[in-house]
């Protein structure tokens, strides 16, 4: 009976297509059965697991009842758990399990084609000699026109648009290595053609100090800064988690936050780093129609905790559905690519303005349906009041225009919004009281209205003339 390996792959599976492609190569030569289970189908191969002699897992956590199985096969079935959730399910020796996971994480045709070959050892064919592991660049430049750059002095050179304002992009590596880049050949085609330049740097993302795999920082300072000072206008995220080092590293594990230090990375860096979204739970049709936005998922992993590391105004530009291998496959929403690179030019030329010409709206919660004037500028545990004062205070002392009077305090704030009426409330006060008062920010004329209103989709335009 030929032997069986298989393979458990999570991560979006962006290497699945590749892999198969790995597998048929290598059975030109062997006689072998193979498994590849992708983490959003492995429900249908529960049998097939079972009856695999080596299976190598790179997934985030699995079903209980996949995990269940796994515990039961590790007394007659070899297995290799190359990511950080599925290491203690290891079995073989510690030579063949750092070899896989070199193998696997480096990728490439080669290399997969390598990791197959080492399984099949493990699984009978002991004559089988194992290729080492062909190096392939961790992070790098990709240009979807120039191709790949291992510094950003030779890119520049190169590129015909590096007198431009520059806009960065950081994605991973896999995207790269794997032919997945049709979000990032979009920007760069949308950002080129609004008089913009780009760099578009690759990551691992994680950085690991045992296999010597740079992270998101290391990638940052070593292709958005030259000679120390940053290249680039601005920063397009399209990484997951953390963006510095504190969220990504093993240290972080053991020493938590006391060892973040990138901050001072991002203080030289002095751009904003705006999230691009891609959802890897919604497709981008799901996305238009749904009601609540962006799924939890996209929420914690691209929103919240970005946000964490100053990363900001998350916009979707892309859902995902599931290919032939159930792989994540990318679908790019374009009006949204053509709204964010809209945003990035006009951060840009925000950028190049002097404070004192600079517009800043500070917005403060003000529930109305709850003891209104008691709850003006309430945050839970935070003296909100009194932090805007400072804010608008060192807004004045770096050259902004925050008008002749400030408040010297919280309250004095607080005090000056009820006397202006500044504030939703209309059950006692009329909208002309709240004008003569002085509560009144600004007025649009109607023709500006109406002009805005009809750049809205017909389909927008209907639901707020019937609301």
Not at 134 to 162: C, F
Request: proline letters at 4%; hydrophobic letters at 40%.
């Amino acid at each position: 009976m030929n032997p069986r390996i298989a393979f458990i792959i999570g991560y979006g599976g962006s290497m699945i297509p590749a892999l198969v492609k790995a597998l048929s190569k290598v059975r030109e030569k062997y006689e072998f059965e193979y498994t590849i289970a992708s983490s959003t189908k492995i429900k249908d191969y529960l049998e097939e697991l079972k009856r695999a002699n080596v299976i190598l897992i790179y997934s985030q956590r699995l079903i209980d009842d996949v995990e269940e199985l796994l515990k039961e096969l590790k007394a007659k079935t070899k297995i290799i758990g190359v990511d950080e959730n599925h290491v203690k399910l290891t079995n073989t020796s510690m030579d063949t399990f750092t070899k896989a996971s070199r193998l696997l994480r480096l990728g490439g045709s080669k290399n997969l084609e390598s990791l197959v070959l080492l399984l099949l050892k493990e699984a009978g064919y002991k004559d089988i000699v194992v290729p080492e592991p062909e190096d392939i660049p961790w992070h790098g430049i990709y240009h979807p026109k120039l191709g790949l750059y291992a510094s950003t002095k030779e890119y520049l050179e190169k590129y015909p648009y590096s007198n431009r304002s520059l806009v960065g992009i950081l994605f991973y590596r896999n995207d790269w290595l794997y032919g997945r880049t049709i979000i990032v050949d979009k920007l760069v085609e949308k950002l080129e053609a609004q008089g913009l330049g780009v760099i578009p740097v690759f990551t691992y993302g994680f950085r690991d100090k045992r296999l010597n795999i740079p992270g998101s920082e290391d990638s940052i300072r070593e292709f958005f800064l030259v000679g120390g000072k940053p290249v680039i206008d601005l920063l397009i995220n399209l990484t997951s988690f953390f963006l510095l080092d504190h969220g990504r590293s093993r240290e972080w594990a053991t020493k938590g936050y006391s060892i973040v230090g990138g901050i001072e990375l991002l203080k030289k860096l002095n751009v904003p780093v705006i999230q691009a979204l891609v959802s890897y739970s919604m497709s981008s049709e799901d996305w238009w129609k749904s009601e609540r936005g962006v799924d939890y998922m996209t929420i914690v992993y691209r929103i919240a905790m970005p946000e964490v590391d100053g990363v900001i105004e998350p916009i979707m530009i892309a859902g995902t559905k599931l290919g032939n291998y159930g792989e994540k496959v990318f679908e790019p929403i374009d009006e949204q690519i053509d709204y964010l690179v809209e945003r990035v030019k006009q951060w840009i030329k925000l950028k190049h303005k002097k404070p004192y010409d600079r517009r800043i709206a500070i917005i403060l919660i003000n529930p109305p349906c709850k003891g209104l004037e008691a709850n003006v500028a309430i945050g839970l545990g935070l003296d909100v009041p009194e932090s805007i004062v400072k804010l608008l205070w060192k807004l004045k002392e770096q050259g902004y225009n925050v008008g002749d009077y400030l408040p010297r305090n919280g309250e004095e704030l607080v005090k000056l919004i009820l006397e202006r009426r500044a504030i939703s409330e209309f059950r006692w006060t009329s909208v002309d009281e709240i004008v003569s008062r002085g509560g009144a920010l600004d007025f649009i004329d109607k023709d500006t209205y109406l002009r805005w209103f009809n750049e809205l989709p017909e389909d927008v335009k209907k639901k707020m003339i019937q609301e």
